[in-house]
């Protein structure tokens, strides 16, 4: 790791001629809470879904007050298709909680931005240095990837100790007068040129100064842990109409999916093992196959099959409900029920 800072005006040029436009950049100087909900709902999602989404949440919960004043449900549907939901409800309880402890003031210290729900250490030096012009390092994975590449670094980026390498060079080449620009640069060097698997080398602003580049290693860094291969589930979900409603089932309020709508769903290790779970609730149906579906979760893949069911004589207890299909967008479903009923009910109106 022989390189100096001599990258970082470079860096901060390039990215003065090539930013991307994007819609929470809009406002200067940038609003913490702007750059809040962007970066949350950046992660794990692509930036031209976020776009869309953004704007709308916006439209919907202009100011943080709005946002703690909206019931959960309303958060959550709003969030419907974004996946990973346990971000929207720790963006609703961390607005509740500046209303209640900040004044609905942003705060900006980063051990009380750190005390809020759902946001770690990258989140908070992105709000920091973004907002506030701290010179805080956002190290996510773009940045640990163009850092490992330019220093050369061959630890793993995802361990203790490669982050913690990554994020001492960082904190000692952020620029002081331009710390947000710094962290944004790095995101969009790293989101656009120095990408995964065959990055733009012949384009980027560093070329002169990587340590990977110089020595033809940019296909082995960073190094990467393999991930746990996902546990596999085969799934039952039955389609149960009655009189212009459908039977639905609110998940629980924790684990995967909380408080999402879905059809009658039994996850187990064989078909077999799944049928019976929903035969053993629901009684007896017909095995006529609606529609089937693999959806893929971080840690979990299921198997999806659905079936015409037939109508219960009593439902098993209050988290089943008969919804009239009219009212289907106005209830946040779990991805893998909106895709159901989107093949099932060609036509229902699922969003609102």
């Not at 998940?251 to 078909?271: H, I, V």
Request: with cysteine.
């Amino acid at each position: 790791m022989t390189v100096g800072n001599e990258w970082v005006p470079a860096l901060l040029h390039w990215f003065d001629e090539a930013k991307r436009d994007l819609p929470w950049r809009a406002n200067h100087p940038r609003d913490p809470y702007h750059v809040w909900v962007s970066e949350i709902m950046l992660q794990q999602t692509r930036t031209e879904t976020v776009k869309e989404y953004f704007l709308r949440w916006m439209a919907a919960f202009p100011t943080i007050s709005a946002l703690a004043q909206a019931p959960e449900e309303a958060v959550l549907k709003l969030w419907q298709g974004l996946g990973y939901y346990s971000r929207a409800r720790n963006l609703h309880k961390a607005a509740r909680e500046i209303v209640l402890r900040h004044q609905g003031e942003f705060p900006n210290t980063l051990e009380a931005v750190r005390a809020l729900p759902g946001i770690g250490d990258y989140t908070a030096g992105a709000i920091l240095s973004m907002a506030f012009g701290s010179p805080v390092p956002a190290v996510d994975g773009n940045l640990l990837r163009v850092m490992a590449r330019l220093f050369g670094i061959s630890d793993d980026i995802l361990s203790l100790k490669g982050k913690r390498t990554i994020g001492r060079i960082a904190q000692t080449s952020i620029p002081q007068d331009r710390p947000g620009d710094f962290n944004e640069a790095l995101m969009d060097l790293g989101a656009t040129i120095c990408i995964p698997r065959a990055p733009r080398c012949e384009a980027c602003p560093l070329n002169d100064f990587c340590t990977a580049f110089r020595e033809n290693r940019t296909g082995e860094l960073p190094v990467r842990r393999k991930k746990k291969a996902p546990t596999i589930y085969e799934v039952t979900s039955l389609f149960i109409r009655k009189e212009g409603a459908l039977l639905l089932h609110k998940r629980p309020e924790t684990g995967l999916l909380a408080s999402l709508w879905e059809l009658p769903t039994f996850l187990g290790k064989t078909e077999k093992e799944s049928r019976k779970k929903a035969e053993q609730m629901l009684g007896n149906f017909e095995g006529k196959i609606l529609w089937t579906h693999r959806h893929v979760f971080t840690h979990q893949i299921w198997q999806i099959t659905v079936y015409l069911g037939a109508i219960p004589r009593s439902l098993p207890d209050s988290s089943y409900e008969w919804v009239d299909e009219g009212a289907l967008g106005t209830l946040p479903l779990c991805g893998p029920a909106e895709k159901c009923l989107s093949a099932c009910l060609p036509g229902a109106i699922l969003t609102r």
